[in-house]
C-alpha cells in the first residue's frame, strides 16, 4: 500500500516541454504560465486535480531542487499547503543527492510504501524496492503509450495501476498532440 510520495517540481508539475517550443503532450490551451521565483512554470489544467488525489490518500513530501522554495511558489499553484521538504546532505554535491536522502528519509519516517515522481531518465535501483519505493518516471511515455514518446509532465496513466484513485480527463490522445 502507497502511503507517501515523494513529489518533485520540474519535468513533473512543470512541464518543461514548452521551454523547448513543444506544446505536447499538453496542448498550450491546457497550460497556464506562472511567472515564480523568476521562473516560468508551466501547469497543466490537470494538475491540481491530479496532485489532490495524490494529496487525499498519500502524505506528499516535496523532492526537488526547488526545495523549501516549493512550499512558497509551487504549492498554492496546484492547491497544496505547506509539506514536508527532502534536503540534500550538506556535504552531497552530488546529482544524485535525492536518491540518498529518500533512502534516508525513508529510514527516518518509515511508511508503508511510497512513490517517488521525478523525470529520472532512467530506472531506480533495488535499493529503492528494497526500500518500498516505486519510481515514477516522467520522462518515459505510460504503460500503454508508445514507448518512443518523450515525456516530461506528469499524466494520470503514469500512476495507473498503484492501486490509487486517480482522476481521468478529456484529453486527445497523446499521438495526436505531437
Known sequence: MISRTYLDVDGVINSLNPLGGHYWPVPRSELTRHRCNGFDIHVPDHMTALIGALDAQTEIVWCTTWEDSANTWIGPLVDLDRRRVIHPDPTDETFSWKEASVLADMTTNPCTGAIWIEDFGYALDQRFADA????????????????????????????DGLGLEIPRFDHQELEECA
Open 132 to 159: 518500498g519505493v516505486i519510481g515514477i518516471d516522467t520522462t518515459c511515455a505510460p504503460d500503454g503509450e508508445n514507448p518512443a514518446l518523450q515525456l516530461n509532465v506528469l499524466l494520470p496513466a503514469h500512476l
